[in-house]
């Protein structure tokens, strides 16, 4: 019996996982694999272009580009390869907790798969249904589960080289990627000299061809960009404006009209009022720690029960990186939670030995997993009902007038189907921080709706959400509504 038996902590882990794994599948095939997260639809319209324009992706890097230019633009595919790097992460953390759980009590080995549990499924759910998050942290996962298996528990050399192959490439999808690595390689620096007591001037060769190795792809890929001209960094600025002025930025909708003001373009982090920055600051601050609190505790639970340096260096690195990435913590945060993950695992034995503080951490694993949980249980509720109304109302409607993606303004950043013919980067919408690509110089879509001849679509509808857009719209000459469904209201543009 699968409780009874020697291997039922191992057995009971791998149920849990292809449990969560079917469910996970479901979810995804209940929403016809709607994305979670906008920023895909968008990264995969800059892709899409012609030229080197494909390359410039902002903060998300030219990954994307690479990866299309390699397979395909689909959003089902690379659906597919996300769930299938899930399952991957899934298979490496259970063969890493058979090599280390050798030898070791009943107590210890309950201890060491239930925080292994928590944390994988943490870091897995924390992406969600989010495509342009998930490429990234999933191959960065990956990569460090075979680094740490090949490296440091079997020796393997084809291992934990194929664990840097996908760490180097996993930070060209993310601009902040390349800050995680490095912090990263600094943590298994600092854990060869603190906590395996190694002599600096033997594993500092090693080091140094990992070092090479690691970001050798990210090194390509630069000298790549640089000689096409390909390099912009054309959304920090855009995001730092919006970090300090966005209770003035009124309708978003108009931000095509904001980014071509002066004070937009004139402006300077640095010339801004100290008082606002330090005011913003406090603010990010106390948000990462309403999320990131659960994390901060276990490293300290951690180090007071083994009093391991290697523990407080981890916490150290974890709070630099979030103050790093502070404005964009939500989305940022996701790679050093490994960090926590290894500082609460190589103290496993001394927790096993407090059942109450054990307890504890546990409670404030399971609440953080939970918050996760709700979270996406939330988003595939309301992405399913959004699909089916599009499916069931619209496509039909769109099908009947022969209406294709290029025809269509979306004044929903979301909208998506696969059921719509033509290709889904030719959607015409606001645009958020994809007006900001060189690509959009001429684009206003106000304009665009009202039927001003451009170069990138040709408005025959215009589906919206918002009933005031609506009424705003069909008061304009030549724009009536078509009908209404459950969510969305469908106008004729003629």
């Known amino acids: 019996m699968i409780f009874t038996d020697k291997y039922k902590y191992k057995n009971i882990f791998t149920i849990t996982l292809i449990t969560f794994h079917i469910f996970f599948l479901l979810s995804i095939v209940l929403v016809?694999?709607?994305?979670?997260?906008?920023?895909?639809?968008?990264?995969?319209?800059?892709?899409?272009?012609?030229?080197?324009?494909?390359?410039?992706?902002?903060?998300?890097?030219?990954?994307?580009?690479?990866?299309?230019?390699?397979?395909?633009?689909?959003?089902?595919?690379?659906?597919?390869?996300?769930?299938?790097?899930?399952?991957?992460?899934?298979?490496?953390?259970?063969?890493?907790?058979?090599?280390?759980?050798?030898?070791?009590?009943?107590?210890?080995?309950?201890?060491?798969?239930?925080?292994?549990?928590?944390?994988?499924?943490?870091?897995?759910?924390?992406?969600?249904?989010?495509?342009?998050?998930?490429?990234?942290?999933?191959?960065?996962?990956?990569?460090?589960?075979?680094?740490?298996?090949?490296?440091?528990?079997?020796?393997?050399?084809?291992?934990?080289?194929?664990?840097?192959?996908?760490?180097?490439?996993?930070?060209?999808?993310?601009?902040?990627?390349?800050?995680?690595?490095?912090?990263?390689?600094?943590?298994?620096?600092?854990?060869?000299?603190?906590?395996?007591?190694?002599?600096?001037?033997?594993?500092?060769?090693?080091?140094?061809?990992?070092?090479?190795?690691?970001?050798?792809?990210?090194?390509?890929?630069?000298?790549?960009?640089?000689?096409?001209?390909?390099?912009?960094?054309?959304?920090?600025?855009?995001?730092?404006?919006?970090?300090?002025?966005?209770?003035?930025?009124?309708?978003?909708?108009?931000?095509?009209?904001?980014?071509?003001?002066?004070?937009?373009?004139?402006?300077?982090?640095?010339?801004?009022?100290?008082?606002?920055?330090?005011?913003?600051?406090?603010?990010?601050?106390?948000?990462?720690?309403?999320?990131?609190?659960?994390?901060?505790?276990?490293?300290?639970?951690?180090?007071?029960?083994?009093?391991?340096?290697i523990i407080l260096i981890s916490l150290s690195l974890f709070i630099i990186f979030i103050l790093v990435i502070l404005p964009g913590f939500h989305k940022g945060y996701f790679p050093v939670i490994l960090f926590c993950f290894i500082s609460t695992i190589i103290s496993f034995k001394e927790i096993s030995q407090k059942k109450i503080v054990g307890f504890f951490i546990f409670i404030l694993l399971f609440g953080h997993l939970f918050y996760l949980t709700e979270r996406y249980s939330e988003n595939t509720i309301q992405r399913y009902k959004v699909n089916k109304d599009i499916k069931n109302k619209i496509v039909p409607f769109l099908k009947d007038k022969e209406i294709k993606y290029q025809n269509i303004f979306a004044d929903s950043l979301n909208f998506y189907s696969s059921k719509i013919d033509g290709d889904q980067h030719r959607l015409c919408n606001w645009g958020g921080w994809f007006l900001l690509h060189p690509y959009l110089e001429d684009y206003y879509p106000r304009e665009v709706i009202l039927g001003t001849k451009n170069k990138y679509c040709d408005v025959k509808v215009l589906i919206t959400l918002d009933e005031n857009i609506m009424k705003e719209y069909v008061s304009k000459k030549n724009i009536n509504l078509a009908f209404k469904t459950d969510l969305h209201y469908v106008l004729i543009v003629n």
């Open 32 to 309: 016809e694999g709607y994305p979670q997260n906008n920023d895909i639809l968008h990264i995969f319209k800059v892709v899409s272009l012609e030229g080197n324009l494909k390359f410039i992706n902002g903060l998300y890097g030219p990954g994307y580009a690479y990866y299309t230019m390699i397979f395909s633009n689909s959003v089902t595919l690379l659906t597919i390869f996300i769930y299938c790097l899930g399952i991957l992460s899934s298979y490496l953390i259970q063969n890493l907790l058979s090599d280390y759980s050798k030898d070791i009590s009943k107590n210890e080995e309950f201890t060491l798969y239930l925080f292994t549990l928590l944390f994988h499924l943490i870091i897995i759910m924390s992406l969600g249904f989010n495509h342009s998050e998930s490429i990234f942290l999933l191959l960065f996962y990956n990569g460090a589960l075979f680094f740490i298996l090949g490296y440091y528990l079997r020796n393997e050399n084809y291992t934990h080289v194929i664990g840097l192959f996908l760490l180097g490439i996993s930070i060209l999808f993310r601009q902040h990627g390349v800050i995680a690595l490095s912090f990263l390689f600094i943590f298994f620096l600092f854990f060869e000299f603190f906590h395996l007591k190694k002599n600096i001037f033997i594993f500092a060769k090693k080091y140094l061809i990992i070092l090479m190795v690691l970001f050798s792809p990210y090194l390509l890929s630069l000298i790549h960009l640089y000689s096409i001209d390909a390099i912009r960094m054309w959304q920090t600025s855009f995001r730092l404006h919006m970090i300090i002025n966005v209770d003035s930025w009124g309708d978003w909708r108009d931000l095509k009209y904001l980014i071509k003001t002066d004070d937009y373009k004139n402006f300077n982090i640095f010339q801004v009022d100290s008082n606002i920055l330090l005011k913003t600051f406090l603010d990010f601050t106390g948000n990462a720690l309403k999320v990131l609190y659960p994390f901060v505790l276990c490293f300290l639970i951690a180090f007071n029960l083994s009093k391991k340096k």
